[in-house]
């Protein structure tokens, strides 16, 4: 059971702000917790099943934050962004001033699920290679694609950067033009080189899964949801196949 927090201390952890700003929230009566103004910012409150509202927004408290978004096209997964907007800026602003990052990044005309948390040692296990952590791409291709290619991807490709192969684990192909591939590496435009490397492109590219948490089909474009403990461990499935 987690021990119980000042309700500064919790508005603070959360992300609205400095511990100051946060008390001078609820002396300003814009704090509710479970659904009932709080008055004290040093009240002692417990952490289970913590419903707040802050400024009237809902707000379910998170001792760690883990979140699945659904990123759309033309957004870049940096902080400082150099050619597109990014995409922290369609995030509610307590997640970005708790200091969520992104678990491996998308390509800016990438789209699909990304993980994104402010637990450094979920980060790290979620992108070590070791952990055999697969990711499912859904490639759509200018030209159609061969068995030789998908031979060569599940073969091993060799990219310039690196002597060492990267391999597709699974390689499935859903329409002539469409590939369903799963990788377990994160190497720069790994999928697009793969891609260039075998001798066909990427017009498009969607992540529909990682581990065995597939993308939820009411999660729309640009929108995010909170990861609960189920779905933390369907993310950290290590699959080798579709
Ligand atoms: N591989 C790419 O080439 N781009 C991505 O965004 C992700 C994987």
Same mark, same amino acid.
């Given at each position: 059971m987690a021990k119980p927090l000042t309700l500064e201390k919790i508005l603070f952890s959360q992300g609205f702000g400095t511990r100051r700003y946060c008390s001078d929230l609820v002396y300003a009566d814009l704090v509710k917790v479970n659904?009932? =103004?709080?008055?004290?910012? #040093?009240? *002692?409150?417990?952490?289970e099943n913590l419903q707040l509202q802050v400024d009237g927004e809902d707000w379910e408290f998170h001792e760690k934050a883990y979140i699945a978004f659904n990123k759309p096209t033309g957004y870049e997964c940096s902080h400082k962004t150099s050619h597109h907007p990014s995409i922290y800026g369609l995030l509610p602003q307590p997640l970005v001033e708790r200091g969520i990052q992104c678990v491996g990044r998308l390509d800016f005309d990438t789209t699909g699920l990304i993980l994104m948390s402010d637990d450094g040692q979920f980060i790290h296990k979620m992108t070590t290679p070791k952990k055999n952590i697969g990711k499912i791409y859904e490639i759509t291709t200018p030209d159609p694609i061969t068995q030789k290619q998908i031979d060569h991807l599940l073969g091993g490709v060799v990219l310039d950067d690196d002597p060492k192969p990267?391999?597709?684990?699974?390689?499935?192909? *859903?329409? #002539?033009?469409? =590939?369903? +591939?799963?990788?377990?590496?994160? /190497?720069?435009?790994?999928? *697009? /080189? +793969? +891609?260039?490397?075998v001798g066909n492109h990427v017009a498009s590219l969607h992540r529909t899964t990682i581990g065995a948490y597939t993308m939820p089909s009411d999660l729309p474009e640009g929108e995010w949801r909170w990861l609960y403990p189920d779905d933390l461990v369907q993310l950290g499935k290590s699959v080798d196949a579709l």
């Amino acid at each position: 059971m987690a021990k119980p927090l000042t309700l500064e201390k919790i508005l603070f952890s959360q992300g609205f702000g400095t511990r100051r700003y946060c008390s001078d929230l609820v002396y300003a009566d814009l704090v509710k917790v479970n659904g009932v =103004l709080a008055e004290d910012p #040093e009240e *002692k409150i417990s952490t289970e099943n913590l419903q707040l509202q802050v400024d009237g927004e809902d707000w379910e408290f998170h001792e760690k934050a883990y979140i699945a978004f659904n990123k759309p096209t033309g957004y870049e997964c940096s902080h400082k962004t150099s050619h597109h907007p990014s995409i922290y800026g369609l995030l509610p602003q307590p997640l970005v001033e708790r200091g969520i990052q992104c678990v491996g990044r998308l390509d800016f005309d990438t789209t699909g699920l990304i993980l994104m948390s402010d637990d450094g040692q979920f980060i790290h296990k979620m992108t070590t290679p070791k952990k055999n952590i697969g990711k499912i791409y859904e490639i759509t291709t200018p030209d159609p694609i061969t068995q030789k290619q998908i031979d060569h991807l599940l073969g091993g490709v060799v990219l310039d950067d690196d002597p060492k192969p990267c391999f597709a684990t699974a390689c499935v192909q *859903k329409d #002539e033009k469409l =590939l369903a +591939m799963t990788i377990v590496e994160g /190497r720069y435009h790994q999928v *697009k /080189r +793969m +891609m260039a490397a075998v001798g066909n492109h990427v017009a498009s590219l969607h992540r529909t899964t990682i581990g065995a948490y597939t993308m939820p089909s009411d999660l729309p474009e640009g929108e995010w949801r909170w990861l609960y403990p189920d779905d933390l461990v369907q993310l950290g499935k290590s699959v080798d196949a579709l």
